[in-house]
Structures are given as C-alpha cells and as structure tokens.
C-alpha cells in the first residue's frame, strides 16, 4: 500500500543549501525509499527570487522523482506551512558587512516570530521543526516561543554538519574511516563555540582520547578545526558550506524520522530540561536518541572532563547572551 506523503516545507529554498536540498529530499534520502514527499517551497516576495524559485520548481518536476507527490511555490507562510507535516527553516537573512553577531540576530528574529506563528496556525497536528538558519539556535528559540499550542519538543536547530565535521577529522586523525566514529557528540551552540566532545565520541568502540593519545591535538587543532569550518569553507570557496549542510539536513531529519540504533546517539539541538548544567528552556546541542515516533530524549548520565565542561560552561554563556539579546521576541 502507498503510503499518504510527508509534506515538507523548506524556506529559502531558492537558496544555495535550498538547491542542493530539495533533490535528496525528493528522491528518498530524507523519509526513504518508499515514502512519497510533497514540497512547500518559500521564498522571499521579489520578482527575481520567486523567478529563480520557479526554476528549481522546473528541475524538480524534470527529474521525474518517483516519490515527489506535488510542488508548491509560494512567499506567504499560510501557504508554504499548509498541513506541513515538517518546516524546514533554512531561509534567513546573512549577516552584512560590518554586521555584529547581535545585529544579525535582531534581524532574524522577527522573521522567525512570523514562521512560528504560521507554523501553528496551518502546519499539521505533528508538525516538527528543524531551523538551519543562522543563528539558528537562537531563532528556533524565538519560533518555538512563537507558535503557540505546538509542543516544544517539536522545535529543533542543526549541529549534524558539525557532528559529521568532528567525524571526519578523527578518521582522518586516526586513520580509520568516518564509519568507525559513532557517538559523535557536539554540545552547545552552533556557532564558534561549539563543544565537540572526544571523550564521549568513540573511535572503533573506545574512547576519542584513548585511541588519539594526542591530548594537545584533541583540546587544540580538532576544537580549533571544527568550530571554525564553516570559516573555512567560505575562505577556501567563497561562499557558505552548501551541500554538506544540506546533506546534514537530510541525516539530521532521517535521523529524527526513524528510530535511532539502540545503543547510539545523534547531535542535535534540543530544549533544554536542565541535563548537564544547560539551563532549562535554551535550545542547546545535546546527544539524542529518536524512538522514531516523534519522540526523542537527551542521553543522560555521560562523563564529562574538566575542559569540556569548562568549554559547555562558556558556549552556554553564549546561548543565554543571545537569549537576552530577543528577550522580547519570547512573550
Ligand atoms: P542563501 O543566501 O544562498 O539562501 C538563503 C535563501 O533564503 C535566499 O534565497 C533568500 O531569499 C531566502 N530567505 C531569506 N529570508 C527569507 C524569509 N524570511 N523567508 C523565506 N526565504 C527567505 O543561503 P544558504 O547558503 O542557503 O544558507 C541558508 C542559511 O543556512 C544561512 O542562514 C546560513 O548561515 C545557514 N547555515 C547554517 C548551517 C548550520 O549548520 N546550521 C550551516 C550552513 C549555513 O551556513
């Protein structure tokens, strides 16, 4: 039997990430191979922005995906979140020159309070939320706080790009491949003070630490390359990491989607219940497991090293100034 299809919004999906996106989306690689996906497209009310989201339309319906069940296109919210049964929330505004961190978060906010609203209003009774837009920790804060009568729960923010990144660099150090790391945790905020952890994250079953005896290695060049990647990629390309995010989207929603390998865990960000010292209410990246019914609780009970500690402290910190920042967008 057919399964009835998984509607997914996705806002700015005229954009880079949006482009490499919505064909994994359409060809199964976010929901699986047999479960038919319809998509809502958002984008900005401009002549040349809708006419670009036209053409990605255009190449999607060219593919013939045998799963896409229908494409809309629209600039209002009501319509693009209409029985959504997923928001994406890719779409903000970039930081501009001169810009402070701060300045980019008032900026965003208000556009985060309007989609929380439309995501109460017309998304669909179990509607989830994954907000990739930066910063995107604190803008899922202000539409969870927004979309009044969804549970929080439903709110999420991405840090897999981050947990795929910290993989990559202890195979690499290790010499071993990305799949003999699991466990990969990522705490805190995504931004430059993110916390990966090495002593949770496991290389071949054991311990990061006790696999790279490279203590220097581990507290300097993999924290240093890891939260500064995305600075990387922009300098060495020109523009924002595109397709790795998009590709964690995919892992980051599958992984919510279905249920999570007994035994193992995800990195995602989360509402806090208070777990290792994060206050309750911020939306922090903690490791989680998915019961693939919609439901997912923060793993307890992980040690933790004093510099970790000392380093979720202060990503913390952050979370609670950006908090502050949009204290009154989350009446
Ligand atoms: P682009 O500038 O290529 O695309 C963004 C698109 O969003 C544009 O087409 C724009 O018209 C649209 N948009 C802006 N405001 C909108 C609104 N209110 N409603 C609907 N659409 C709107 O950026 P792209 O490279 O696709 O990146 C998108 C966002 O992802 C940025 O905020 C970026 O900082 C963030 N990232 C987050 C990452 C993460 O790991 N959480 C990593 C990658 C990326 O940097």
Same mark, same amino acid.
């Given at each position: ?18 482009? =490499?996106?919505?064909?994994?989306? !359409? ?18 009310? @401009? ?9 990605? =339309? ?6 013939? +995906? %045998? ?6 296109? #629209? ?27 701060? &300045? ?14 439309? @995501? ?26 927004? !979309? ?58 054991? %311990?990061?630490? =006790? ?15 890891? *939260? *500064? ?5 922009? !300098?060495?390309?020109? #523009? $924002? $990491?595109? +397709? ?13 989607? +279905? ?12 509402? #806090? &219940? ?9 939306? $922090?990246?903690?490791?989680?497991? #998915? &019961? ?6 923060? /793993? ?6 004093? +510099? /970790?500690?000392?380093? @979720? ?19």
């Amino acid at each position: 039997m057919t399964k009835a299809p998984i509607r997914v919004a996705v806002t700015g999906a005229a954009g880079q990430i949006g482009y =490499a996106l919505l064909p994994r989306i !359409a060809s199964g690689a976010m929901f699986g191979p047999d479960q038919p996906v319809i998509l809502q497209l958002l984008e900005l009310p @401009i002549d040349k922005v809708m006419q670009a989201l036209k053409g990605v =339309a255009m190449e999607l319906e060219d593919c013939a +995906f %045998p799963l896409l069940r229908g494409i809309v296109c #629209s600039s209002d919210t009501k319509v693009a979140f209409k029985d959504a049964n997923w928001c994406l929330l890719v779409g903000s505004k970039p930081r501009g020159p001169g810009m402070e961190r701060n &300045d980019l978060i008032r900026e965003n906010g208000p556009i985060f309070v309007g989609q929380g609203q439309a @995501i109460a209003e017309v998304g669909a009774k179990d509607v989830r939320v994954a907000v990739v837009g930066n910063p995107c920790n604190t803008n899922a804060l202000i539409a969870m706080h927004s !979309a009044k009568g969804v549970p929080k729960e439903r709110f999420t923010a991405m840090t897999r790009l981050d947990q795929n990144r910290a993989m990559s660099q202890l195979a690499t150090k290790a010499g071993v491949h990305s799949t003999d790391v699991t466990h990969a945790t990522i705490w805190g905020n995504h931004s430059a003070t993110q916390v990966p952890d090495y002593v949770n994250t496991k290389i071949q079953g054991k %311990p990061a630490n =006790a696999v790279i005896k490279d203590e220097a290695w581990l507290k300097g060049e993999f924290f240093k390359t890891v *939260q *500064q990647r995305g600075a990387a990629i922009i !300098a060495a390309r020109g #523009s $924002s $990491s595109a +397709f790795s995010a998009a590709s964690a989207l995919v892992d980051h929603v599958h992984d919510l989607h +279905f249920a999570t390998p007994a035994g193992e865990w995800r990195s995602v960000c989360v509402v #806090s &219940d208070g777990s290792y010292g994060v206050p309750a209410g911020l939306i $922090s990246s903690f490791p989680v497991t #998915s &019961d693939g019914k919609g439901g997912w609780k923060i /793993v307890q009970g992980l040690p933790l090293d004093p +510099f /970790v500690k000392e380093k @979720i402290a202060a990503t913390v910190k952050e979370l609670e100034g950006e908090r502050a920042v949009v204290a009154d967008l989350l009446k």
